[in-house]
Each structure stands twice: as structure tokens, then as C-alpha cells.
């Protein structure tokens, strides 16, 4: 049985007082979802000591949106994973497609941001997923195969048994576009493929979200399919309520 996960990526919003209040209205209303979810909440880093605080005693777990590619020193602006992890993290996005477009993000880079992450006991969720050109082009299944093979294949097996993998097409981000169920569960199952041919059966263990304008409309449609193992949610995972409905998404 893989995990079944609905992380909330809140990206660059929300004040910290707002994001200690969307997190105490996660804990306080994940009792009505099934505890077979897992919530994950990944706030601005600034907010992350406060948001612990907040989640305290809950089994909502909180991740990071980022973290540095060394471990510290004269890098001025940058958090490490080791800092992260101290505040209380146990998760950390890397390679969010925002981050591989507008900060130049490159598989190199990344490939230290994951040694990071596992040297800290984080759990990456690694993003990947093709543009809208990529798609419109058939190249899509090469494009999440580069990014899985440049990064993910590069883990031991023992790291790769503590991965979770987020497929994130960039044109449904954030455009109020979803991948049709189908869609979603046509190339998971080619990701879960591309992992099996390196880590073969520990491929079936690792939970596969899926990203990219998931609602509570759609959820529970896109997590019906075989390989999809939750979501990573942006701008619907901003409202407590919208956020938890998504979990509710859930029959299976
Ligand atoms: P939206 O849910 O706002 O489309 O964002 C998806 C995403 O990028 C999550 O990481």
C-alpha cells in the first residue's frame, strides 16, 4: 500500500500571523478526513517555526519549499536542510518548476540540494513535468524521464525508498487548466515505469502526486486513478477548508 499524500504548497503568500491561522485550520479540521491522508503543509520558511508550533501535536507534517545546495557558510540569502529540518521539517520541494524557470535550477543543482535533504533526514518531493510546448509536441514523456534520470537515479536505493515524486505539468499550474484524469494517470504510470527500471519493485512503494490546479472538484476524480497518489496543491491549498476537502478526495 503506497502513502497517499495531499501536500499544500503555499508558495510565496500568506503573512506569517495568516499562515499560523490556514495551519490551525488544517489541524483543526483533519479529523473529518480519512487518517489514512497524509497532510503535508510546506509554508515560506519564514513561518516555519511558528507554523511547527502550531501543528504541534497534530499528525499534519510540514515541509519547506526549498532549501540550499550546501551546507553552510558564506552564501548569503540561503537556508540550509539542516536548518529547516531543526525547525521542525520533515519534507523539502526541490526542483518545483518555479524554481527551474525563474531561478535557473539545473539538474547539477539539484543533485546537491537532494544530498542535502537525505544528509538531514528530509523527505524530498522532487518535481518534474513538461511545459506547454513539451506537451504540444509529444515530447513530455522524454522531458520527465531527463529529469528523473539526471536526478533520482543518481539516489541509493535506501534514499529512494524515502522519496516522493510530484508530477507537475507547467501549463495546468496555477491556470486553472487540470491534466484530465487520464492525462494524470497516463504518464504517472510511465514515470513509475522509468523508476522501476532503476529501483525495480521498491517503484510500486513510491507515492507519485500529482500538481497543477487540483481542487476539491477534481481531486477525488485525479486520485481515483492507479498511480496517482495525492497531490501537491498551490493556490487551493490557501483555504483550510478547500485544502482538506481535496483529502476527502480519497475513496480508494
Ligand atoms: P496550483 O494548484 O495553484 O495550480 O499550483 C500547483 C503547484 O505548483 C503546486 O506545487
Known amino acids: 500500500m503506497r502513502k497517499k499524500i495531499v501536500a499544500g504548497n503555499w508558495k510565496m503568500n500568506t503573512l506569517p ?15 473529518e478526513v480519512c487518517s489514512c491522508v497524509n ?8 513561518h516555519l517555526a511558528m507554523v511547527a508550533e502550531a501543528l504541534k501535536g497534530s499528525d499534519v ?12 557558510g558564506a552564501y548569503t540569502g540561503e537556508v540550509a536542510a539542516s536548518m529547516i529540518a531543526a525547525l521542525g521539517c520533515k519534507y523539502v ?10 531561478y535557473g535550477e539545473t539538474s547539477a543543482t539539484l ?21 506547454l510546448e513539451e506537451r504540444e509536441a509529444g515530447k513530455h514523456f522524454d522531458v520527465v524521464k531527463a529529469q528523473i534520470e539526471e536526478v533520482v537515479y543518481n539516489l541509493t536505493e535506501e534514499q529512494f525508498r524515502n522519496l516522493v515524486i510530484a508530477y507537475e505539468p507547467v501549463w495546468a499550474i496555477g491556470t486553472g487548466k487540470t491534466a484530465t484524469a487520464d492525462q494524470a494517470q497516463e504518464i504517472h504510470a510511465y514515470i513509475r515505469k522509468v523508476l522501476a527500471d532503476k529501483f525495480g519493485a521498491a517503484a510500486a512503494e513510491c507515492p507519485i502526486l500529482y500538481g497543477g490546479s487540483c481542487k476539491p472538484s477534481n481531486a477525488a476524480e485525479i486520485f481515483a486513478k492507479e498511480d496517482v497518489d495525492g497531490g501537491l496543491i498551490g493556490g487551493a491549498a490557501l483555504k483550510a477548508e478547500d485544502f482538506l ?5 480519497f475513496a480508494k
Open 245 to 249: 476537502a481535496i483529502g476527502k478526495g
Open 61 to 72: 507534517a510540514l515541509g519547506a519549499q526549498n532549501c540550499a545546495a550546501e551546507a553552510k
Open 111 to 131: 543533485n546537491k540540494k537532494m544530498e542535502q535533504a537525505y544528509a538531514n533526514n528530509l523527505t524530498p518531493i522532487y518535481c518534474v513535468g513538461e511545459n
Open 39 to 46: 497532510f503535508i503543509v510546506c509554508p515560506p520558511f519564514t
Open 17 to 31: 500571523a495568516e499562515g499560523v491561522e490556514l495551519a490551525k485550520g488544517v489541524v483543526a479540521g483533519r479529523g
Open 93 to 102: 520541494i526541490l526542483g518545483h518548476s518555479e524554481r527551474r524557470q525563474y
